[in-house]
């Protein structure tokens, strides 16, 4: 099966492959029965969700889900995420803005006016109420910026940003003449280890919107948030939603667009992954929350000022 898509783009995929190995006479009963069970999940779904269809299938998702999701007339195909999600690192991310003069008196005010409810998180969780404040200021400047992408889109479509055409439409990113033969080389392999590692993430992260559906207040067909699937003041990923989101406000539902539950899972998160009282304890935490370095120093740099 050979495509292109409407930039020409040839599009000779893995997915490809399977498909004709399943349409093949010969197959086994169990393929023959997988490719059924996929083109009937694709009635009525965008083609370009076949790679996402099929991962779901061959992990044994249910169909009911696999339809509730791509055939929702708010899930769109956003060529864009799958460049962000992988070559978002050519660009250096800038946090220095988090500690400036206008943040650190914004964070100050939120931070004296919600005393009560961060100084009881801190009490349960052992967590510094400065620290739960940076966080939360960071992130999405105390609920102002939780991202505006329809979370079912995104994980849908950055699930298949491995497939082969797309691979290759991030390594055209970078090959501008700038580069020297082993620099393209070298990020040849890092485009490729990543675009895995981001698929195999929005995948998971896909299976745990799942698993939110009778946890979660708001339906989960309706959550947005960031290019990467986070969402709510505290940017948690289904997953994290899922393992660490705790109900702080006591009205036995845990909503992370509410200040007191996302405080509060702040604080569990945290915790639960090493939050401690040693430098390397508190770094690690916050590492976890976001790999990087640069986002570790700017965390922990605000809550001091926040605190002094």
């Known amino acids: 099966m050979i495509l292109v898509n409407k930039k020409g783009l040839l599009l000779t995929t893995a997915l490809s492959l399977s498909c004709m190995l399943l349409m093949c006479s010969s197959g086994t009963p169990v393929i023959r029965s997988k490719y059924e069970v996929l083109e009937s999940v694709m009635e009525g779904v965008d083609p370009v969700f076949r790679p996402t269809a099929l ?3 061959e992990s044994n998702v249910d169909t009911t889900f ?3 999701v ?5 899930t769109k195909f956003m060529e864009k995420l799958l460049k962000i999600n992988v070559t978002g690192f050519l660009k ?12 650190v008196k914004t964070a100050k005010e939120f931070y ?8 009881e998180a801190e009490a349960t969780y052992g967590v510094p109420a400065e620290v739960i404040t940076s966080i939360l200021y960071v992130e999405t400047k105390f609920g102002k910026v939780t991202g505006t992408y329809h979370l079912a889109s995104c994980l849908a479509t950055v699930a298949m940003v491995d497939e082969p055409q797309y691979i290759e439409m991030n390594k055209q990113v970078y090959r501008d003449g700038s580069y020297s033969a082993d620099s393209v080389a070298l990020l040849d392999s890092v485009v490729t280890a990543r675009a895995h590692k981001r698929a195999n993430l929005a995948f998971n992260q896909l299976i745990a919107l799942r698993d939110m559906q ?3 207040p708001i339906p989960i067909m309706e959550l947005k948030g ?6 709510g003041w505290s940017q948690f990923l289904p997953s994290s939603y899922m393992s660490w989101a705790v109900d702080g406000d006591g009205d036995k539902k845990v909503n992370l667009f509410t200040k007191a539950d996302a405080i509060a899972s702040i604080a569990n998160y945290l915790k639960t992954n090493g939050w401690g009282e040693t430098t ?7 590492y976890h929350y976001n790999n990087s370095n640069d986002y570790v120093d700017c965390v922990l740099k605000l809550a001091d000022l926040i605190k002094n």
């Open 55 to 57: 991962k779901l299938i």
């Open 66 to 68: 696999i339809g509730m």
């Open 70 to 74: 791509l055939r929702n007339p708010e």
């Open 92 to 103: 250096k991310a800038d946090y220095s803005f988090n500690t400036n003069e206008k943040s």
């Open 112 to 119: 004296t006016e919600n005393l009560a409810t961060l100084k």
């Open 214 to 216: 009778n946890l979660s």
């Open 226 to 231: 960031s290019y990467a699937g986070a969402f």
């Open 280 to 286: 390397e304890k508190k770094r690690g935490a916050v």
